[in-house]
């Protein structure tokens, strides 16, 4: 029977197989929904969870100045608190990022009492970028939390906006 296929069809087939087998950044989910993310900071976790329970983890580095809850621009932290995912970048400098709703208004309030900057622009991104060297640290963001680039590809796909995100010390 396979003799009687046409060559073409095999070499089709080829080039298919092997389209499907590239690196593509914008995957599509079909999955459960994920409702929530937990992100634990002590633990290096972070937590997609869908009705039914945890969907996927992934160990995560995060700002260069870890403990404690993000309060001002530059300080190195990744915050800490109830925020909601608000936004995407596919052409993110770390291959995909998904925005965190950092800062709500007491951040921005605790902030602007000091006369400073609560800072923002706070993503789940993937990894460093040409330029960007971590130099072998754990935490290495200005805030941020990395994941590597295909783990930030499966994120990316099955995390939609305005799912709460849950930053626990």
């Given at each position: 029977?396979?003799?009687?296929?046409?060559?073409?069809?095999?070499?089709?087939?080829?080039?298919?197989?092997?389209?499907?087998?590239?690196?593509?950044?914008f995957?599509?989910?079909?999955?459960?929904?994920?409702?929530?993310?937990?992100?634990?900071?002590?633990?290096?976790?972070?937590?997609?969870?869908?009705?039914?329970?945890?969907?996927?983890?992934?160990?995560?580095?995060?700002?260069?100045?870890?403990s404690?809850?993000?309060?001002?621009?530059?300080?190195?932290?990744?915050?800490?608190?109830?925020?909601?995912?608000?936004?995407?970048?596919?052409?993110?400098?770390?291959?995909?990022?998904?925005?965190?709703?950092?800062?709500?208004?007491?951040?921005?309030?605790?902030?602007?009492?000091?006369?400073k900057?609560?800072?923002?622009?706070?993503?789940?991104?993937?990894?460093?970028?040409?330029?960007?060297?971590?130099?072998?640290?754990?935490?290495?963001?200005?805030?941020?939390?990395?994941?590597?680039?295909?783990?930030?590809?499966?994120?990316?796909?099955?995390?939609?906006?305005?799912?709460?995100?849950?930053?626990?010390?």
């Open positions: 029977m396979v003799g009687k296929l046409p060559r073409r069809f095999f070499l089709l087939g080829g080039v298919t197989a092997f389209l499907s087998g590239c690196a593509n950044k995957r599509s989910y079909t999955g459960p929904e994920v409702t929530r993310l937990r992100l634990y900071k002590s633990e290096r976790l972070l937590v997609l969870d869908g009705a039914e329970g945890v969907l996927r983890t992934y160990p995560v580095d995060l700002g260069f100045t870890p404690g809850h993000k309060q001002f621009e530059g300080d190195g932290r990744t915050p800490e608190g109830a925020y909601v995912i608000d936004r995407r970048n596919p052409d993110s400098l770390f291959h995909l990022s998904i925005g965190i709703s950092y800062p709500n208004e007491a951040d921005r309030a605790f902030a602007e009492a000091l006369g900057s609560p800072g923002g622009d706070i993503f789940i991104h993937g990894g460093p970028r040409r330029g960007i060297d971590p130099m072998g640290k754990r935490d290495w963001t200005a805030g941020c939390i990395s994941i590597t680039d295909r783990q930030i590809e499966e994120v990316y796909a099955m995390v939609p906006d305005g799912t709460p995100i849950y930053i626990l010390a």
